[in-house]
């Protein structure tokens, strides 16, 4: 069992940065995949950021690629995305989500059913 809390959102201006964390907690924690997604209003949620449980793989959308990146420290067992030059497109819930297939996340990474554990999430607002 994974349990997952984010953190760090708020509300920004156009043009700044904010970073998330995803603390997790659990034995097992630092042998998941975790990723980021989103869900703006009256949209589905959708895939951010991935990386692999060490760190070595990372695979980001297009629309956030080259703004956001995302990194995790495992003594912690906590991931960040760090989102720099925010749009007021990315205003959205963003949730962390935890994988321990990596197989299916490295092929799949924008697939919701191939995550095993959700947070509740945590709000980011970039007004304009």
């Known amino acids: 069992q994974v349990h997952l809390v984010e953190s760090g959102g708020g509300l920004v201006q156009a043009g700044g940065s904010l970073r998330l964390s995803c603390a997790a907690s659990?034995?097992?924690?630092?042998?998941?995949?975790m990723a980021w997604f989103r869900q703006a209003p009256g949209k589905e949620r959708e895939f951010a950021a991935v990386?692999?449980?060490?760190?070595?793989?990372?695979y980001f959308a297009d629309s956030v690629k080259g703004r956001f990146t995302i990194s995790r420290d495992n003594d912690k067992s906590t991931v960040y995305l760090q989102m720099n030059d925010l749009k007021s497109e990315d205003t959205a819930v963003y949730y962390c989500?935890?994988?321990?297939?990596?197989?299916?996340?490295?092929?799949?990474?924008?697939?919701?059913?191939?995550?095993?554990?959700w947070g509740q999430g945590t709000q980011v607002t970039v007004s304009s």
């Open positions: 989500a935890a994988s321990l297939s990596h197989s299916t996340v490295v092929q799949s990474p924008d697939r919701r059913e191939n995550y095993d554990y």
């Open positions: 659990g034995r097992t924690a630092r042998n998941y995949a």
């Open positions: 990386i692999s449980w060490n760190g070595g793989y990372s």
